[in-house]
């Protein structure tokens, strides 16, 4: 490059000329000359159109393999390319599959990814056979339904509508609906190609909501409590991995057996404050940027995640420049940040939050079911006289409780304080209709327990520890109502 041919020398003649002027004026020609030419030769480093056969993805999976944590720029670079070579055919299949999900349920959320490089070299050793550019799922679209009997409408039109879709399915169809995963995953997985002759696969994938909140929560776990569940399954960590199965199953699926274990394992864990602890230090937060940088009016979002948990993201309007900010974060990742590029039409607050909970940290649905089996193991325990486990599994309901109180009151104070919500309709009619269903769930499941739990002289014992428990829940929340207002 030329300016390694400028050698100091050179440098001390031009700083030491007789002319004060000059010497300034041709240092700063030198410094922008010099920082021009590292400019462009950091955006030769950016994926050109080359054209690979199969043989070259065979070796680069072989180098890869060989040395995973150690891989070449030229080999980086080389997978970028086959990244960004599916925009067109995922772009085509995904806007086919986005209007037949609207015209099934205008509830769904619909989003596209490309899949990340890690996730890439992650699979590449796991799968030594495989060559990476007829991996199937490099590339894929995910329809969050709001309900089984919906997901199975739209597959059933994508099956019958090939004719006068722009792709065909190709090989096999995974219903793991019909047939779970021993984990308890479950959705449908389908492969889709062009009819133009573009061989390159795209997978869909389409879920219940419930479904997704599910598998989202499983990522959660691992990101937070190091269970590595996605990966390896029940040899991560035993006691999660069952926590997980039975959260899968449908709820009249379980005994209250099974119910105990859920709430057992809460309780050993921690589980629904520590994870509530992230999701209420990055909801208002998070809530906040989005709303600032008006992430609404963008259609590509580029998400990243600590191992504690703090999100940030960015919001782009074309795939190119998305992808050029993902490769650019990627290569500069000194942090192992989690870093995902998704397309998402239509985004609101709500809607990126579910379709990547994971990510953003804020917000899971399938945690109210772990708080409605722990409500259970409280209803139970009391029924049967079994004061010990009463009052434990009591006395961690109510301080899930006290924690989603103070939570609920500091929402409340920044909804009213936000400026952005009080400019925007749309913005406001969005956070009331979170808010009111927060509060709504949370009121079913007490008004459920208090239901269910009756006086009577068989269960004196359970009862008396009850009263004294509510009555501290009860100055509690007082004492907390006096500081909010204080402030």
């Known amino acids: 490059m030329r300016q390694k041919r400028i050698g100091s020398n050179t440098m001390k003649a031009k700083c030491h000329s007789s002319t004060p002027m000059v010497t300034f004026a041709k240092c700063r020609f030198f ?3 010099v920082y021009s030419t590292l400019i462009n030769a950091f955006h030769c480093m950016q994926p050109t159109e080359t054209h690979y056969s199969n043989k070259d993805y065979k070796r680069l999976g072989d180098r890869i393999r060989n040395k995973p944590h ?12 086959l990244r960004m070579s599916y925009k067109e055919p995922l ?3 995904f806007n086919a599959i986005e209007r037949l999900a609207h015209n099934v349920d205008k509830d ?3 989003t596209y990814r490309v899949k990340r490089i890690e996730s890439i070299v992650s699979k590449l050793i796991r799968f030594p056979e495989m060559q990476v550019n007829r991996a199937e799922d490099i590339a894929g679209c995910r329809c969050i339904l709001s309900s089984t009997e919906k997901v199975y409408e739209l597959y059933n039109r994508i099956i019958k509508n090939q004719s006068r879709l722009p792709f065909l399915i190709k090989g096999v169809i995974h219903d793991y609906i019909e047939k779970p995963k021993e984990s308890g995953y479950r959705s449908i997985h389908l492969n889709a190609v062009l009819k133009d002759g573009d061989n390159r696969r795209v997978e869909i994938q389409l879920r219940a909501l419930e479904h997704h909140n599910w598998a989202t929560l499983v990522e959660i776990t691992d990101l937070l409590f190091g269970a590595k569940l996605k990966e390896y399954g029940r040899q991560g960590n035993e006691d999660l991995f069952e926590f997980h199965r039975l959260l899968a199953r449908n709820e009249d699926a379980l005994t209250k057996k099974d119910k105990y274990k859920i709430a057992d394992v809460s309780i050993k864990y921690n589980y629904i404050t520590t994870i509530g602890d992230v999701f209420a230090r990055n909801y208002l937060d998070v809530r906040a940027q989005w709303n600032e940088m008006k992430l609404q009016q963008k259609h590509f979002f580029l998400i990243s995640t600590g191992s504690d948990g703090t999100p940030d993201f960015l919001g782009y309007l074309l795939f190119e420049e998305a992808e050029k900010a993902y490769f650019e974060r990627f290569i500069n990742n000194d942090e192992n940040r989690n870093i995902v590029l998704t397309h998402l039409q239509r985004a609101d607050f709500t809607k990126i939050s579910i379709a990547y909970s994971n990510y953003f940290l804020t917000f899971n649905n399938t945690m109210n079911r772990v708080l409605l089996y722990l409500s259970e193991a409280v209803v139970n325990a009391y029924k049967q006289n079994k004061v010990q486990a009463f009052s434990r599994y009591f006395q961690c309901f109510l301080d899930i409780v006290t924690f989603w109180v103070d939570r609920q009151m ?10 952005n919500v009080k400019n925007s309709l749309l913005m406001r009619t969005e956070w009331t209709n979170s808010i009111k269903s927060s509060i709504n769930t949370m009121h079913y499941i007490m008004a459920d327990m208090r239901r269910r ?4 002289v068989m269960h004196i014992a359970p009862y008396v520890v009850m009263r004294k428990k509510l009555h501290r829940f009860r100055l509690d ?11």
Do not use: W, Y
Not at 70 to 81: C, E, H, N
Not at 410 to 419: A, H, I, M, Q, T
Not at 477 to 487: A, L, M, S
């Open 31 to 33: 410094c922008i000359f």
């Open 108 to 110: 769904c959320i619909c």
């Open 453 to 456: 739990i009756r006086f009577d």
């Open 410 to 419: 500091l929402e409340l104070r920044s909804f009213k304080l936000d400026k």
């Open 70 to 81: 150690d891989i070449a720029p030229d080999d980086l670079l080389m997978l970028q390319q």
């Open 91 to 93: 772009a085509t299949i």
């Open 477 to 487: 929340v007082v004492d907390k109502q006096n500081g909010h207002h204080e402030r």
